[in-house]
Structures are given as structure tokens and as C-alpha cells.
Nanobody, 129 residues
Framework: QVPVVESGGGLVQAGGSLRVSCAAS????????MSWFRQAPGKEREFVAAISGSGAETHYTDSVKGRFSISRDNDKNLVYLQMNGLKSEDTAVYYCAADYKPRGLDPRTAANRAKYVYWGQGTQVTVSS
């Protein structure tokens, strides 16, 4: 069984919206901080957004604040990233990651890739100008 699987990527025009999803086959899903990272060709994989196990706390990288929104449905083991006002620089493969954090989200460490136990295969998001 694959622990986390992303879906919903595609082609969208600049200024448009897209929602990507992550299905997590984790026995204690609500105890995991779930995050989205992205990686563009020739660039490092970068942190985008994180959400606490309960969904009460979120954290975003500055470049997506006000445009992207992360959410989760613990009854369905799903995580979403709603992307609005998309720009060409948002083009990347978007990855879902899970970090076992029963004590909650720590913004100081959310962007540390080494802390995440599970990673999805990624879903391509392409924004056309």
C-alpha cells in the first residue's frame, strides 16, 4: 500500500485556480502534520504549506500567502491544496508529505524536508501565461 498519493494536477491559465488532493493511507492520520512541497525543473524542492493534525493550525511560505489554502478531512484521510491566482512561477511538481507530530505543527521546522516520514509521487501543475 502506497502511504500517500497526490492527484488533481493539470494545466491552468495564469490567474486561474486548481485544487490538488492527497490521499493518505495512514492508520493514525490525525496525528500527522501534512504538508505540500513543490519542485520546479532545476530548482530545489521547496516548502509550500503545512497543516496540523486537527486542522486548526496552518503555515505557508510567503510567496503563496493569500493565494493558497491547505485543508484536511480526517474522516476521509484527505489533504487539499486550493490554489488561486496562479502564476507561471507556480509551475512545479507538487508533493504531499507526512510528518508524525502528535504534539502539533511547529512553523520553525515545517519546511525541513528531513522531518517527513512519507512522501507522495507528485502531481504536475502547469500554469500557462
Amino acid at each position: 500500500q502506497v502511504p500517500v498519493v497526490e492527484s488533481g494536477g493539470g494545466l491552468v491559465q495564469a490567474g486561474g485556480s486548481l485544487r490538488v488532493s492527497c490521499a493518505a493511507s495512514l492508520r493514525t492520520f490525525s496525528q500527522y502534520v501534512m504538508s505540500w512541497f513543490r519542485q520546479a525543473p532545476g530548482k530545489e524542492r521547496e516548502f509550500v504549506a503545512a497543516i496540523s493534525g486537527s486542522g486548526a493550525e496552518t503555515h505557508y511560505t510567503d510567496s503563496v500567502k493569500g493565494r493558497f489554502s491547505i485543508s484536511r478531512d480526517n474522516d476521509k484521510n484527505l489533504v487539499y491544496l486550493q490554489m488561486n491566482g496562479l502564476k507561471s512561477e507556480d509551475t512545479a511538481v507538487y508533493y504531499c508529505a507526512a510528518d508524525y507530530k502528535p504534539r502539533g505543527l511547529d512553523p520553525r521546522t515545517a519546511a525541513n524536508r528531513a522531518k517527513y516520514v512519507y512522501w507522495g509521487q507528485g502531481t504536475q501543475v502547469t500554469v500557462s501565461s
